[in-house]
């Protein structure tokens, strides 16, 4: 298995209390299994696979930005004096 693999077969979910900026990652135990072992890892560390999967999120982001070409207008510095 693959991190894109592993993250397809995550459900992610909007906080129950109706936060808009937060959400929950459910885990399925053959992602936990490949995390684990993909990493040396004895038993479940929530603070290895927040970094991961924070990691994966940041890059995936990146990736969308660096795709997306920006507009003159966006690419204007407001703070360049002339």
Known sequence: MDDKK???????????DGDQLGF?????EEVEQWFM?????T????EKFNAW???LIN???ADKSVATP????QSVD???SE
């Open 70 to 73: 920006r507009s003159d207008q």
């Open 37 to 41: 072992k993909s990493r040396g890892l």
């Open 24 to 28: 929950t990652v459910e885990v399925p």
């Open 53 to 55: 999967f924070k990691g």
């Open 78 to 80: 407001i703070w360049e």
């Open 59 to 61: 890059q995936f982001i």
């Open 6 to 16: 592993a993250i397809s077969l995550l459900k992610i979910n909007e906080p129950a």
């Open 43 to 46: 038993e479940w560390s929530d």
